[in-house]
């Protein structure tokens, strides 16, 4: 996956799409080659061409590597849908809102909350992705759960920030 445009939709399966905009959609997917599932972040080229640079996601990610930011595991550009797909880490918990709404929904925690030493754990690891980010001089822009995501193993939650989107790089002209 991460030679760039050596591969199209078609080399991915079990597609099911997880969020539409109008600026593209997100879909989780099985790459057929190593039959892993990734998460493909698509943008359409309408939408591309208002941006200055519409490589900037993909650049930015393919500068960190850091286990509570979402990895970048290549993209691809596919004619036939007019589309820039950005090959992104599965994280099969969703984003920390989706958590958040079930914990209120099943009545998980105190008061339906999240356990106090849970909500500083992630915190931490928040903490820890966004000083990875200005490290190498990013601005993410737009932190929130949503943007947040979440992978739980037995024992543990690990957060990663993902949609860099809007973020940015700092640069001698930034004030």
């Not at 286990?67 to 595991?73: A, Q, T």
């Not at 992104?88 to 918990?93: T, V």
């Not at 709404?101 to 030493?117: F, I, M, T, V, W």
């Not at 920030?161 to 002209?173: C, F, Y």
């Amino acid at each position: 996956i991460s030679t760039p445009n050596t591969h199209t939709h078609t080399d991915f399966t079990s597609i099911r799409k997880l969020y539409r905009s109008s600026a593209g959609a997100v879909y989780s997917a099985l790459f057929k080659y190593d039959n892993k599932k990734y998460v493909l972040k698509e943008r359409t080229w309408p939408e591309l061409g208002k941006r200055k640079d519409i490589m900037n996601e993909v650049n930015l990610l393919s500068q960190l590597d850091h286990p509570n930011v979402v990895r970048c595991e290549g993209f691809f550009r596919d004619e036939s849908r007019k589309s820039l797909f950005i090959v992104l880490e599965y994280c099969p918990d969703g984003d920390l809102k989706s958590v958040i709404d079930s914990y209120k929904a099943q009545g998980q925690g105190r008061d339906n909350h999240l356990d106090e030493r849970l909500i500083w754990h992630l915190f931490a690891q928040i903490c820890e992705g966004l000083k990875h980010l200005h490290e190498h001089g990013i601005v993410h822009r737009d932190l929130k759960a949503m943007n947040v995501m979440i992978v739980q193993t037995d024992t543990k939650f690990v957060a990663k920030i993902a949609d860099l989107g809007v973020s940015r790089q700092l640069s001698d002209d930034t004030m």
